[in-house]
């Protein structure tokens, strides 16, 4: 499974961004996908994610503001993320989660996007 994320840029807080996640490769036995972050200094943190059935979860920083969906194929991910605040500055990444039922599971990482929101 390869992953290719896409999307980021630098935006003035309150704008919004969409990333985008590129799937290629076996997707058929995905479980899940996430993004996470990571800012300067900090550890990689999850932002949201999506279960093959479509079920959300987001970090309460992201909640009411961000919005991950993907398609039927497991083919695109988005995270669609509005009011952007400076702290939300970070590189964003893209990982899935491959295998059905029980552990162990295989994890797939995107390279990521840097999303710059200024004040």
């Known amino acids: 499974v390869q992953l290719q994320a896409s999307g980021g840029g630098s935006v003035q807080a309150g704008g919004s961004l969409r990333l985008s996640c590129a799937v290629s490769?076996?997707?058929?036995?995905?479980?899940?996908f996430n993004w996470y972050r990571q800012a300067p200094e900090k550890q990689r943190e999850l932002v949201a994610a999506?279960?093959?059935?479509?079920?959300?979860n987001y970090a309460d920083s992201a909640k009411g503001r961000f919005t991950v969906s993907k398609d039927n194929l497991n083919t695109l991910v988005y995270l669609q993320m509005d009011n952007l605040k400076p702290e939300d500055t970070a590189v964003y990444y893209c990982?899935?989660?491959?295998?059905?039922?029980?552990?162990?599971?295989?994890?797939?990482w995107g390279q990521g996007t840097q999303v710059t929101v200024s004040s």
């Open positions: 490769g076996s997707t058929s036995n995905i479980n899940a």
């Open positions: 999506i279960s093959n059935t479509g079920r959300t």
């Open positions: 990982r899935a989660i491959v295998g059905i039922g029980n552990p162990p599971f295989e994890y797939y």
